[in-house]
């Protein structure tokens, strides 16, 4: 059996846990986390906690992946610690933003085997997508334990550049936030014109959830066509994005630049 060490069990870590005792019961789960777990992994007997590394150095030798899901800014802090774990075959996925194979490479060892992964927040309910990048250590059986491990939170899509990386997580690791702010304006929007608090939220919540759905069931996943479909000439609809979708002013205007300065603030967080 392999054994994974999962380091961090914050939003993404424990979607990540959650979902492979669920899925995967073919690992042995080492849990490295100071804080109080909200989930219960008691009645998982191929899970074991530990509140730090010395505890978790004490009972462990072999180790074959470790997935950091720690904040970025902590690498540095677990550095020596991490430089423990490693040998020449132990895999690393990363899911820290802007921390990039060469940060590994010149800081743990040129030899390092690293995997950098970016899941978006629905992988907390299994429906997340993730970009994976493997460096050219990584065999391919390897990324296949790798794509299975990330499968049991959502899809996954495996990227040749690791440059792609600032780019899908500007897209949809940022995605959710783009997508539950839109909800938040258009709530306070029907309030300023007069709805009623709780029939705004009912409204633009559902409407939203609605859309996903039937944007999940389109077989073609023909965005343009749904849009048209709701559109009707000299309509409502039409009338409204005319405004939004203004080739100077419009929604991709405001969104293209939202989305370059989120790649820009990834490659801020490389240093």
Request: aromatic residues 10%; charged residues 25%.
């Amino acid at each position: 059996m392999y054994h994974i060490v999962l380091i961090g069990h914050g939003k993404m870590g424990s979607a990540l846990a959650k979902g492979w005792v669920k899925q995967n019961s073919k690992y042995i789960i080492s849990i490295i986390e100071k804080e109080e777990l909200l989930f219960d992994y008691k009645n998982f007997t191929n899970v074991k906690l530990y509140k730090n590394f010395n505890e978790f150095f004490i009972e462990n030798k072999k180790i074959d992946f470790v997935v950091l899901a720690i904040k970025p800014q902590q690498l540095n802090d677990i550095k020596k610690d991490i430089l423990k774990i490693y040998t020449k075959t132990t895999v690393f996925l990363s899911i820290l933003a802007g921390k990039t194979v060469s940060w590994f490479k010149e800081n743990i060892s040129r030899e390092i085997k690293i995997v950098r992964a970016m899941p978006n927040l629905p992988a907390s309910i299994s429906k997340g997508v993730t970009a994976i990048y493997c460096s050219s250590s990584i065999s391919p059986n390897e990324k296949f334990i790798i794509e299975e491990l990330l499968f049991s939170i959502g899809t996954v899509s495996f990227v040749l550049k690791e440059e792609q990386i600032d780019l899908i997580t500007a897209i949809s690791g940022s995605g959710p936030a783009y997508f539950f702010y839109l909800t938040e304006v258009l709530i306070e929007i029907a309030i300023d014109l007069g709805i009623s608090k709780d029939d705004a939220i009912n409204f633009a919540k559902n409407t939203f959830i609605g859309s996903g759905y039937l944007l999940e069931s389109e077989v073609s996943d023909d965005v343009i066509s749904l849009r048209k479909n709701v559109t009707s000439p000299g309509g409502t609809t039409e009338a409204a994005l005319n405004i939004l979708m203004n080739k100077e002013r419009g929604l991709k205007v405001l969104l293209k630049k939202a989305v370059l300065n989120a790649i820009d603030r990834a490659k801020e967080l490389r240093n």
